[in-house]
T-cell receptor, first 114, second 112 residues
Framework: KAGVTQTPRYLIKTRGQQVTLSCSPISGHRSVSWYQQTPGQGLQFLFEYFSETQRNKGNFPGRFSGRQFSNSRSEMNVSTLELGDSALYLC?????????????FGDGTRLSIL | TQLLEQSPQFLSIQEGENLTVYCNSSSVFSSLQWYRQEPGEGPVLLVTVVTGGEVKKLKRLTFQFGDARKDSSLHITAAQPGDTGLYLCAGQEAGGANNLFFGTGTRLTVIP
């Protein structure tokens, strides 16, 4: 069974640019969550999507947005990039939404802002 | 302020030693999960505990959920180099937001 696939694995951008990250969940999983991981803050919840609807959102500015498609694939977008956005962005899928569901993580996209 | 505090933050031990990692909070959790993350990879789920006082064993790993569902511990017996990694606890706050909060992490290094 294929796992969660995130693309690209690495990305280098400059301040002010925007970026789109992609996540393909495990087949049959309908919920997708996004997390930001940094050495200082650890894993921080960004948002969760289920049935193409955002169900939960973490404490991040509006520059961070996402969407989910009818095949459950998800994208997240960060606009007007700042140096502090450098991080590992992780996507996780689960059968159903909710914090009690086991999360199956991809290997992440490492975003570096110059 | 982190909802879930883990201790210790870093741990370096010799192969064969035992260790315990703690995950503490002032909040009550409806469930708690433990993950292990290796460099360059995403976290992998080890176990989920849902009942206060629950103990689960996974080979040399023993997980316990506190009676009040505010804390948890992970005990590793006879650690091996393959146990090296970042250990993360994560929980859904009871009656709170319906998303997962992750702990601050414990980075374990087992020296051969």
């Amino acid at each position: 069974k294929a796992g969660v696939t995130q693309t690209p694995r690495y990305l280098i951008k400059t301040r002010g640019q925007q970026v789109t990250l992609s996540c393909s969940p495990i087949s049959g999983h309908r919920s997708v969550s996004w997390y930001q991981q940094t050495p200082g803050q650890g894993l921080q919840f960004l948002f969760e999507y289920f049935s193409e609807t955002q169900r939960n959102k973490g404490n991040f500015p509006g520059r961070f947005s996402g969407r989910q498609f009818s095949n459950s694939r998800s994208e997240m977008n960060v606009s007007t990039l700042e140096l502090g956005d450098s991080a590992l962005y992780l996507c996780a899928s689960s059968l159903w939404p909710g914090g009690d569901q086991p999360q199956h993580f991809g290997d992440g996209t490492r975003l570096s802002i110059l | 302020t982190q909802l879930l505090e883990q201790s210790p933050q870093f741990l370096s031990i010799q192969e064969g030693e035992n260790l315990t990692v703690y995950c503490n909070s002032s909040s009550v959790f409806s469930s708690l999960q433990w993950y292990r993350q290796e460099p360059g990879e995403g976290p992998v789920l080890l176990v989920t505990v849902v009942t206060g006082g629950e103990v689960k064993k996974l080979k040399r790993l023993t997980f316990q959920f506190g009676d009040a569902r505010k804390d948890s511990s992970l005990h590793i017996t006879a650690a091996q180099p393959g146990d090296t990694g970042l250990y993360l606890c994560a929980g859904q706050e009871a009656g709170g937001a319906n998303n997962l909060f992750f702990g601050t992490g414990t980075r374990l290094t087992v020296i051969p």
